[in-house]
């Protein structure tokens, strides 16, 4: 084999090692951007399960929330039902009330006139007053009492009404309180609406950079599978090349062995002749003797 065609094997080996050598840094490189994309899909991914199960929590508590509006509102119209049917019957007690003070010429309220009346008799026990001033008060008190006695009549619906005012007064602070709630309620129903769609949209952003990162790993997956099998190609290709090298080696080496062989026969043979003839031997030609000794 010529010399230009060992310098060409030789050119093709060093320029096998620097392209394995580059497939390699490309392949580092390439397996530590693949894997640096895939952790923050893994990181995506746990983002969203978190934000999913915040969704699903806060979903469960809207609904919560608005099924308690829906009982709190039943509970106030309930009230509000009441109270209607409540005023209903005061003005029922007031058409009674009116054609009895009618018929009996009754003004006064007989809660008011008992109380006026005990307020003068305290007066009377308590106060020092004049003769004249006790004769007007008793006066006073007489009149009163036959006024308190007409009253009786109306009395009892005095005291309905009364009552009946009661009444509504209590359904109407329950009403109110049960208004409050539904408010209450309901504000709490809308916030975890709102955060239910804000989530909702942040959980919509990180799954197209989940996937924008799924591609991204995918496409380097793919780039490293090419890129390594380049490099296996060029180390099978190394290695043939350095057969042929080997046997360019073995090839010179068994060359070189045969032309000492040939040359060392040609000795040899110059000695033979010179010892025929009785001719001295020189150091060279004892040495000469010596090594085809030892190939024997």
Do not use: C
């Not at 026990?125 to 008793?138: G, H, N, R």
């Not at 208004?179 to 799954?207: C, F, G, P, T």
């Amino acid at each position: 084999m010529t010399i230009e065609l060992r310098k060409e094997l030789f050119n093709k080996l060093n320029k096998n090692k620097r392209e394995i050598s580059e497939l390699r840094r490309t392949l580092n490189q390439l397996d530590k951007e693949k894997e640096d994309w895939f952790k923050k899909k893994e990181e995506y991914s746990k983002t969203i399960s978190k934000l999913i199960n915040e969704v699903k929590s806060s979903k469960k508590d809207r609904n919560k929330y608005t099924e308690e509006v829906k009982t709190i509102k039943k509970e106030r119209e309930k009230f509000n039902e009441q109270i209607r049917d409540k005023i209903k019957e005061v003005k029922k007690l007031n058409e009674e009330k009116t054609e009895i003070q009618k018929k009996y010429h009754i003004k006064e309220d007989p809660a008011q006139i008992k109380a006026e009346i005990e307020k003068l008799e305290t007066k009377i026990e308590t106060e020092a007053i004049s003769f004249d001033k006790e004769k007007q008060i008793m006066k006073r008190i007489k009149e009163l009492k036959k006024k308190e006695k007409e009253a009786e009549k109306i009395s009892d619906v005095w005291e309905k009404q009364r009552e009946m005012s009661k009444n509504i007064d209590k359904l109407k602070e329950n009403a109110e309180k049960a208004h409050k709630n539904v408010q209450n309620k309901a504000k709490e129903s809308q916030e975890k609406h709102e955060a239910v769609i804000e989530i909702s949209q942040d959980v919509d952003e990180l799954k197209e950079k989940e996937e924008e990162a799924f591609k991204k790993f995918i496409e380097l997956k793919k780039k490293f599978t090419e890129a390594n099998d380049q490099l296996k190609e060029k180390l099978i290709e190394m290695g043939k090349i350095n057969q042929e090298i080997s046997k360019v080696k073995q090839s010179k080496k068994e060359a070189k062995k045969r032309k000492t062989e040939e040359e060392l026969k040609k000795k040899e043979e110059i000695i033979k002749e010179k010892m025929k003839k009785g001719g001295k031997l020189t150091t060279e030609d004892l040495l000469v003797m010596q090594e085809l000794g030892g190939q024997e």
